[in-house]
Structures are given as structure tokens and as C-alpha cells.
């Protein structure tokens, strides 16, 4: 049973580009969350989503940052014009349903802006 | 809101010893969960051990147990006969079991294992 997925897991972008970050959760998992980690710090709270829906967004960015969990293919985390504060490490975490509290991590796409 | 405080940033232990991980916990929920979670030099986020707080018994896997002291609100982590391996960040963390269930996580216990 493969493990959540990201990709890429490097990703460098320049200033004003977009980032586009993909995780595929476990099989059977329909829970996804977004996770930004800056350096030396812990991992802070983006978005939850389930397929084809946002449940709770309130870590998100107002401006620049979108994402979505279609109902055929990954999850998405789209970062527009991107900045070089943006720079950081981006984990995805799926579980298979509400009341299941353990969330299975990816391996993460640490994004460099430059 | 919910918060998680770890005031460790970092620590030195021997191998063979037993190590416990500070951490302390603030919310207004009744029913939540506390993790840990671990973070090796190679950035993977690992799942070490989950405390749920109706759970009358302290969580254990292995050479980790969960130290949970609800009226202290506190959620040490335990390593037992630490190996080399154990060298990491490691991150507190909790979720309500009502909602989203997102995590929020401490700032991490850098741990370092000495020979």
C-alpha cells in the first residue's frame, strides 16, 4: 500500500512565477491537509480539503495561494507570483475519514524561490 | 484556540538512556488528540504515538510512551534505551476531534544522541 505522495520534491521557482505542488493521498484516504513549514519551525496549518470540496481554508493565505482536491487526480496547492517568503518546505497529510485522528504525512516539496 | 508549547529546542543525550520530551498543551475543547510526530535530517514527517484524552491509559508503541497529564495539560514524550537513530526534531502536536481535525503543531525538540 503506497504512502502519500508529493511531487516534486524540490521545486525552484523565480520571483513572480507560479508553484504547482501535487499530492496523491493513500488509497481509500478522501481527507487531505496542506502543511507549510517554515525553517526551524514547526509545521503550520493550511488548508483540509475533501474531494471536491474546501472544508476549512483558514491558514491560507487570502491572496496568491489556492487549492483544490478534484474528484479524479491528486490535490493541488497553487501558489501564484510567487515571493521569496514562500520559500519553504509544503507537507501534505491524508487520512481516511473524519473520527480516524492519525494523519499519514508525505514526504513534502520544499520550494525555493530565488 | 488551541496551542502547543514545547520548551525544549534542543537536547544531549547518552545512548542507552531514556529521554523524555517536553510538552504542554492549551485548549478549550473537551475531546482532542495529541500526537507525536518524528522529523528526521531527511525532512519525512513520522508518526510516532497518539494519545486520545478520554483514553484512561497512557499511549505506548514500542520504545515510546505518551506521559499525558491532563490536569497539568501536559503530553511528554518517553524514549526508552535511546539509539543513535532516534537523532531528530521531534513535534508535539494536537487536533480537536470535533471539525477539521487539523493539527497544530509545537515548535519541535531538536534531539541528539550521543555515542
Known amino acids: 500500500n503506497a504512502g502519500v505522495m508529493q511531487n516534486p520534491r524540490h521545486l525552484v521557482r523565480r520571483r513572480g512565477q507560479e508553484a504547482r505542488l501535487r499530492c496523491s493521498p493513500m488509497?481509500?484516504?478522501?481527507?487531505v491537509y496542506w502543511y507549510r513549514q517554515l525553517p526551524e519551525e514547526g509545521l503550520k496549518f493550511m488548508v483540509y480539503l475533501q474531494k471536491e470540496n474546501i472544508i476549512d481554508e483558514s491558514g491560507m493565505p487570502k491572496e496568491r495561494f489556492s487549492a483544490e482536491f478534484p474528484k479524479e487526480g491528486p490535490s493541488i496547492l497553487r501558489i501564484q507570483q510567487v515571493v521569496r517568503g514562500d520559500s519553504a518546505a509544503y507537507f501534505c497529510?491524508?487520512?481516511?475519514?473524519?473520527?480516524?485522528?492519525?494523519?499519514?504525512f508525505g514526504p513534502g516539496t520544499r520550494l525555493t524561490v530565488t | 484556540a488551541q496551542k502547543i508549547t514545547q520548551t525544549q529546542p534542543g537536547m544531549f543525550v547518552q545512548e542507552k538512556e531514556a529521554v523524555t520530551l517536553d510538552c504542554t498543551y492549551d485548549?478549550?475543547?473537551?475531546?482532542?488528540?495529541l500526537f507525536w510526530y518524528k522529523q528526521p535530517s531527511s525532512g519525512e514527517m513520522i508518526f510516532l504515538i497518539y494519545?486520545?484524552?478520554?483514553?484512561?491509559q497512557n499511549a505506548t508503541e514500542g520504545r515510546y510512551s505518551l506521559n499525558f497529564q491532563k490536569a497539568r495539560k501536559s503530553a511528554n514524550l518517553v524514549i526508552s534505551a535511546s539509539q543513535l537513530g532516534d537523532s531528530a526534531m521531534y513535534f508535539c502536536?494536537?487536533?480537536?476531534?470535533?471539525?477539521?481535525?487539523?493539527?497544530?503543531f509545537g515548535q519541535g525538540t531538536r534531539l541528539t544522541i550521543n555515542p
Open positions: 502536536a494536537m487536533s480537536a476531534r470535533q471539525g477539521a481535525q487539523k493539527l497544530v
Open positions: 485548549t478549550s475543547d473537551q475531546s482532542y488528540g
Open positions: 494519545q486520545g484524552s478520554y483514553d484512561e
Open positions: 488509497k481509500g484516504h478522501s481527507h
Open positions: 497529510a491524508s487520512s481516511p475519514a473524519i473520527g480516524v485522528f492519525e494523519q499519514y
